[in-house]
């Protein structure tokens, strides 16, 4: 804290000491700083950005002449705004011109969550878009850009009605310090109620882009990096100085801003603005303006012989704050032209307004010849001229009354000169090769877009004409982008002491930034324009197609692969939104998922596995049937041949019997035969003998 010293007796002045600085040592120091920042600003740079804006705006040139054309060719501003276009499309949130990215001190899940933080600061708690949009326009027309990344502290105040609620509650909502109760009243039976005021955290990062005009810095620095100060200001009431937390009691002796002080780049870049005014007008005493300085200077306050970085606020001849060290400065710079050992490069504007300033001349020679063309000089006798008026003012259809056909005559225009039209045609070429941006980027040469010429060839030749503007573009990649986001994250790493919930995935998920190392490493896209985006998808898609035939790299090339693949092909077609059509192989849904499918898999592979083991022991089954089968014909083929065999045998015995009884019928017969016979003999010797019938 800054130390009062009384010198003198009770009623005498008190010295305000800082350090081994006295406020009027320090104020004296701080003063020669800003006076040599503003004077290198107010001797060249700033004339030369007024000159830029009028060349911009096309304001007249200051060689007119009266009754000659004043036709203005809006050179600057086609080139600024040609570079700016290809430069948006860049650098426009849908694109990932930079990125963290993985390293020995965060993990691929850390540099995720980083980039996405960093592009939630920039494009949604801020307004990226203009931000960036703004930037381009003074690094091409003011020399330089300047980016202010810093923390801004606020608190919210929520007023709350408490409800009827028990003491021994209330206390415990009392405990937590964001909550202050303003009133309480007793209910009775240990019942209160009141108000109570919430106060919420608020703070957030601010970028913002400061006016080229109200930046500078150590004009003997060959970068900021070496600087030994470089401060910014700006014009505030005492009332707005005081809602800063200023002490109101300094506040209240600051002179207000000098009317007569330089205001050449702001009058410049209202000069197309007739209404606009100076700010002379007198609005009363309570909104006269008090210009406070913001200095970030090396200084020794402790009289040790080495110098610290400290931040200090200063307006008039008072230091208002205690000078505060810090790390760093929270300005960031960018030139479209950057120039070695320099801390100021040029703008495109510088190159381009002396071809602005020929071009017109030689367009307005043109319009003044075709004018004369149409509204020829005449040589006239006036004597013999009734109506002298009409060959002044030459009325369509007017009539000369003369006496003599001779009295008028017209004088011969000269002809333009046959290489006027090549001069002009050499300018434009002189400015594509000075801004790099071609006549076929802005679809201003039409003679390219014919039939024999391709859409692609097109391109190609628009993108050759374009190499510095992409130059460019990878130099603001680097030199702003970069130190841009790596600011955010530092910032949020040192004041985001709870988790921040950040979109990955399609999901809010809580990350501890304090966790993130400050030295974070940050890549920059390979493919920043339209062009070279689509060429690089369909290279990707490309090797995705390889990759998925391919019999050996197939087993390499997994889920969380294909993933990061098809990610950088959605984020080179500007859809930044991908996870609402892939999902991330990390989350743990997915992987639920993948393992429900495995399961699920597994079951059919045991049952397809089931299934060709039954059918192999069918199969086995059905060769050992048919092995019987064969065996059983076998058998019955032999048994068959034996069966024959038993029947011929049988048959033969058979027939064997039958002919033996045959044989024995036919004895038997015969012997029946003899017996009867015999029998016949003997009955006939009986009767014979006893003279009457005898019967055996």
């Given at each position: 804290?800054a130390?009062?010293?009384?010198?003198?007796?009770?009623?005498s002045?008190?010295?305000?000491?800082?350090?081994?600085?006295?406020?009027?040592?320090?104020?004296?120091?701080l003063?020669?700083?800003?006076n040599?920042?503003?004077?290198?600003?107010d001797?060249?740079v700033?004339p030369?950005r007024?000159?830029s804006?009028?060349?911009?705006?096309?304001?007249?040139?200051?060689?007119?002449?009266?009754g000659?054309?004043?036709h203005?060719?809006m050179?600057?501003?086609?080139?600024v705004?040609g570079?700016k276009?290809?430069?948006?499309e860049a650098f426009?949130?849908t694109n990932?011109?930079v990125k963290?990215?993985?390293?020995?001190a965060?993990?691929?899940?850390?540099?995720k969550?980083?980039?996405?933080?960093t592009?939630?600061?920039m494009f949604?708690?801020?307004n990226?878009?203009?931000?960036l949009?703004?930037?381009?326009h003074?690094?091409?027309?003011?020399?330089?850009?300047v980016f202010?990344?810093?923390r801004?502290e606020?608190?919210?105040e929520?007023e709350?009605?408490?409800?009827?609620?028990?003491?021994?509650?209330?206390?415990?909502?009392?405990?937590?310090?964001?909550v202050?109760?303003?009133?309480?009243?007793?209910?009775?039976?240990?019942l209160?109620?009141?108000?109570?005021?919430?106060?919420?955290?608020?703070?957030?990062?601010?970028?913002?882009?400061?006016p080229?005009?109200?930046?500078?810095?150590?004009p003997?620095?060959?970068?900021?990096?070496t600087?030994r100060f470089?401060?910014?200001?700006e014009?505030?009431t005492?009332?707005?100085?005081?809602?800063?937390?200023f002490?109101p009691e300094?506040?209240?002796?600051?002179?207000?801003v000098n009317?007569?002080?330089?205001?050449?780049?702001?009058?410049?870049?209202?000069s197309?603005?007739?209404?606009?005014?100076?700010g002379?007008?007198?609005?009363?005493e309570?909104?006269?303006?008090?210009?406070?300085?913001?200095?970030?200077?090396?200084?020794?306050?402790?009289?040790?012989?080495?110098t610290?970085l400290?931040?200090?606020?200063?307006?008039?001849?008072?230091?208002?704050?205690?000078?505060?060290p810090?790390?760093?400065?929270?300005?960031i710079?960018?030139?479209s032209?950057?120039?070695?050992h320099?801390?100021?490069?040029?703008?495109?504007?510088?190159t381009?307004?002396a071809?602005?300033?020929?071009k017109s001349?030689?367009?307005?020679?043109?319009?003044d010849?075709?004018h004369?063309?149409?509204?020829?000089?005449?040589?006239?006798?006036?004597?013999?001229?009734?109506?002298?008026?009409?060959?002044?003012?030459?009325?369509?259809?007017g009539v000369?009354?003369?006496?003599?056909?001779d009295?008028?005559?017209?004088?011969p225009?000269?002809?333009?000169?046959p290489?006027t039209?090549?001069?002009v045609?050499m300018?434009?070429?002189?400015?594509e090769g000075r801004?790099?941006?071609?006549?076929?980027a802005q679809g201003?040469?039409p003679?390219?877009?014919?039939?024999?010429?391709?859409?692609k060839?097109?391109q190609?030749?628009?993108?050759?004409g374009?190499?510095r503007?992409?130059?460019m573009?990878r130099?603001?990649?680097e030199?702003?982008?970069?130190p841009?986001?790596r600011?955010?994250?530092a910032?949020?790493?040192?004041?985001e002491?709870?988790?921040v919930?950040?979109?990955?995935?399609g999901k809010?998920?809580?990350v501890?930034?304090?966790?993130?190392p400050?030295?974070?490493a940050?890549?920059?896209?390979?493919a920043?324009?339209?062009q070279?985006?689509?060429?690089r998808?369909?290279g990707?898609?490309?090797?995705?197609?390889v990759m998925a035939?391919d019999?050996?790299?197939k087993?390499?090339?997994g889920?969380k692969?294909r993933?990061?693949?098809?990610g950088q092909?959605?984020?080179?077609?500007?859809?930044?939104?991908f996870?609402?059509?892939?999902q991330d192989?990390?989350d743990?849904?997915?992987?639920q998922?993948?393992?429900q499918?495995?399961?699920?898999?597994?079951?059919?592979?045991?049952?397809?596995?089931?299934?060709q083991k039954?059918?192999?022991?069918?199969?086995?089954v059905?060769?050992q049937a048919?092995?019987q089968?064969?065996?059983v014909?076998?058998a019955?083929?032999?048994?068959?041949?034996?069966l024959?065999?038993?029947?011929?045998?049988r048959?033969?015995?058979?027939?064997?019997?039958d002919?033996?009884s045959t044989?024995h019928d036919?004895?038997?017969?015969?012997?029946?035969?003899?017996?009867?016979?015999?029998k016949d003999?003997?009955?006939?010797?009986l009767?014979a003998?006893?003279?009457?019938?005898?019967g055996?």
């Open positions: 804290m130390e009062v010293i009384e010198l003198f007796e009770d009623d002045p008190e010295i305000v000491q800082f350090g081994e600085y006295s406020e009027k040592e320090l104020v004296t120091l003063s020669d700083m800003v040599d920042g503003q004077d290198y600003l001797a060249e700033n030369q007024a000159e804006l009028q060349y911009y705006y096309g304001e007249p040139l200051g060689n007119e002449k009266k000659r054309s004043k203005i060719s050179d600057v501003f086609d080139s705004e570079a276009a290809i430069l948006s426009g949130a990932e011109a963290f990215e993985p390293s020995s965060m993990t691929e899940s850390m540099a969550a980083a980039t996405q933080y592009k939630t600061v949604q708690d801020n990226g878009y203009q931000v949009r703004d930037s381009f003074d690094g091409l027309l003011s020399k330089i850009a202010d990344v810093d801004e606020e608190e919210e929520i709350h009605q408490i409800p009827p609620m028990p003491v021994q509650q209330l206390q415990q909502v009392v405990a937590n310090p964001d202050e109760v303003l009133s309480l009243q007793d209910l009775g039976a240990g209160v109620t009141g108000v109570l005021i919430q106060r919420k955290d608020t703070s957030k990062t601010r970028v913002r882009l400061l080229p005009e109200k930046f500078a810095l150590d003997e620095a060959e970068c900021k990096e600087a470089c401060f910014d200001w014009d505030w005492k009332s707005e100085l005081i809602e800063q937390g002490d300094i506040i209240e002796d600051l002179p207000p009317d007569d002080e330089d205001q050449t780049v702001k009058q410049a870049r209202h197309n603005d007739s209404t606009w005014t100076t002379e007008q007198d609005y009363g309570a909104n006269d303006l008090y210009r406070l300085y913001r200095i970030f200077a090396y200084l020794d306050m402790d009289n040790a012989g080495t610290s400290y931040k200090v606020y200063m307006a008039g001849d008072r230091i208002l704050t205690d000078p505060e810090v790390d760093s400065d929270p300005y710079l960018w030139s032209i950057p120039l070695s320099r801390w100021m490069g040029m703008a495109q504007a510088d381009t307004k071809i602005q300033k020929s001349v030689l367009q307005r020679l043109i319009i010849n075709q004369r063309v149409n509204t020829s000089r005449m040589l006239a006798n006036t004597g013999l001229i009734k109506n002298p008026r009409e060959l002044v003012a030459q009325h369509i259809g000369i009354d003369t006496t003599d056909m009295a008028v005559r017209e004088l225009t000269p002809s333009l000169s290489v039209f090549q001069t045609e300018l434009d070429q002189e400015l801004n790099g941006v071609s006549r076929l201003l040469n003679d390219a877009v014919s039939f024999q010429n391709s859409s060839v097109i190609q030749l628009s993108n050759a374009n190499r503007i992409i130059m573009a130099d603001y990649a030199t702003a982008m970069k841009l986001y600011r955010i994250l910032l949020g790493i040192e004041h002491k709870k988790p919930p950040i979109l990955m995935g809010w998920v809580p501890q930034l304090s966790k993130f400050k030295d974070a940050l890549g920059v896209s390979v920043l324009t339209e070279e985006r689509s060429n998808a369909a990707l898609l490309s090797m995705h197609t035939q019999e050996v790299i087993s390499l090339y889920p692969q993933y990061n693949l098809y092909v959605f984020a080179l077609m500007g859809e930044k939104a996870d609402q059509y892939l192989p990390d743990p849904e997915f992987q998922k993948m393992a499918q495995a399961q699920i898999q597994q079951k059919k592979q045991q049952e397809v596995e089931a299934t039954a059918l192999v022991q069918a199969q086995l059905d060769a048919k092995a089968r064969t065996q014909e076998a019955k083929s032999k048994g068959a041949l034996a024959d065999r038993g029947e011929l045998d048959k033969e015995r058979a027939d064997n019997v002919a033996q044989f036919d004895l038997l017969a015969d012997r029946q035969f003899e017996h009867q016979v015999w003999h003997a009955e006939v010797a009767e003998t006893q003279n009457r019938p005898v055996l």
